[in-house]
């Protein structure tokens, strides 16, 4: 359902009235508040258009803490500022605005942006965002799907770079037609050139009959070249002269053949970094690098982590009622996850196997105490000993104590939610009592 609910706070009467009547005129209904205190004093599920002149605070100060007062609303925020703040405008960004208008701008482009913001309210198949950062980059993904200029989408292995490779290409004009993924990893090197480009029969040995390429494939719509990185450098010339003459020979082939083609390319490494070693042509780097989208990774954004293990569990178990228990939520939550999506996704899939009833608890998870996100330490590294050891197990013993808290000192119920017996749980304890931690001064009244 579209948000047709606008919250506008601009301090300058003439220019709201301005903002109102376009809005208005288009069906929104608007209120207006002219100090960013009182905007933030009732937080709204509206769209909040916030101006750069605000008198009471700063821009880049609204955002962060609309950020804190809204997270339940799932509050969205869109910065006004002036043509010479473009620096603002990148700073209330990083603090969590959705988008930012240019002032003067016409109506247009701010009904136009509306509507970018609107379809992020729609339900989109396999992708789930709730963290404001998710939201920015499938802004950023609607604004590429407008254009044909090629994307570069960056990001670690198992973030989703193929899943925002498939937004893109389904909300362009292309969405009608193919869309092609090539993994460049995954095929031999000797082979990847044949896969891409086609080939006439007897261009080589074992050529037995004329093959299509991925790209003539893909004519009319979209291919996707993932992990890029990989591709020899020969390969990269000949992709770039692809991408410069816009058409595509088969091995064994003079004919030219005419493409009409999206070309979005993924990587998790740093292509900047590879261009300076050699490794990367730089002028194939300027032509794929024309639209940049970066997915942050899991722990990076992690309101999206509990949205995401019910979409997996609903995947996996269409029509069971089974839940996350509470151990659970806050196990889910703490893990650093190093395999980003990817691994949550086997996660909830291996503890939908392994649970007893209709709910999923953090020992049916299996994640690894030691490798839970990173926590305060609870007393001083000991320097004699071996400094990333200790750290981790100060991260763990502080883990324990938290999921203690929660479960008000009660032994038992600790040692369940964090898969192990009650005998480990005594010796862990017994641990950090050697380590000197006062678990009655930690736990206070919960001991």
Avoid at 39 to 47: R, V
Avoid at 94 to 122: C, I, M
Avoid at 248 to 269: P, Y
């Amino acid at each position: 359902m579209y948000r047709k609910h606008i919250q506008l706070v601009e301090p300058d009467m003439m220019l709201a009235q301005r903002v109102i009547d376009v809005l208005e005129q288009s069906g929104y209904r608007v209120t207006h508040v002219t100090s960013g205190r009182a905007a933030l004093f009732n937080p709204t599920e509206a769209i909040t258009l916030v101006s750069s002149s605000l008198r009471d605070m700063g821009l880049t100060e609204w955002i962060k803490r609309h950020q804190e007062v809204s997270r339940a609303q799932s509050g969205v925020a869109i910065a006004i500022v002036e043509q010479d703040e473009g620096l603002l405008a990148a700073e209330a960004m990083r603090a969590g605005a959705t988008d930012y208008l240019l002032r003067p701008f016409d109506a247009e482009q701010l009904l136009s942006l509306l509507r970018r913001v609107e379809a992020l309210e729609q339900p989109l198949a396999n992708i789930v965002v709730e963290s404001w950062r998710s939201k920015q980059v499938l802004q950023l993904a609607h604004r590429a799907a407008c254009t044909n200029a090629s994307v570069l989408i960056t990001g670690e292995s198992g973030t989703g770079k193929e899943v925002l490779a498939r937004y893109v290409h389904a909300q362009s004009s292309r969405s009608n037609q193919p869309f092609i993924a090539v993994n460049c990893a995954a095929i031999p090197e000797s082979m990847l050139e044949a896969v891409l480009f086609g080939h006439v029969k007897g261009a080589f040995t074992g050529a037995t009959q004329t093959q299509t390429g991925k790209f003539e494939e893909a004519n009319g719509g979209t291919i996707l070249l993932d992990e890029i990185a990989e591709m020899t450098p020969p390969l990269q010339a000949k992709l770039l002269r692809v991408l410069q003459e816009r058409e595509v020979e088969r091995i064994g082939s003079h004919k030219a053949i005419k493409l009409d083609i999206r070309v979005i390319a993924a990587t998790n490494k740093d292509l900047r970094q590879a261009v300076q070693q050699g490794t990367f042509r730089e002028d194939l780097y300027y032509r794929l690098d024309v639209l940049p989208l970066h997915w942050p990774p899991l722990r990076e954004r992690s309101e999206d982590i509990l949205p995401l293990s019910q979409f997996f569990m609903h995947k996996y178990q269409e029509n069971s009622e089974c839940r996350l228990s509470e151990d659970a939520r806050t196990a889910l939550s703490r893990y650093h996850w190093p395999g980003n999506i990817r691994e949550l996704e086997n996660v909830i899939q291996r503890a939908l196997v392994m649970r007893h009833g209709d709910f999923i608890t953090a020992q049916d998870l299996m994640l690894p105490v030691e490798s839970v996100a990173d926590t305060p330490t609870l007393v001083s590294v000991n320097s004699r000993g071996n400094g990333h050891v200790e750290a981790k197990k100060m991260a763990e013993f502080q883990y324990i104590i938290d999921i203690l808290k929660q479960h008000g000192g009660n032994r038992t119920q600790t040692a369940k939610a964090l898969g192990v017996t009650t005998r480990g749980l005594r010796y862990k304890l017994a641990a950090m009592r050697d380590q000197g931690i006062d678990l009655q001064a930690e736990l206070g009244s919960a001991a």
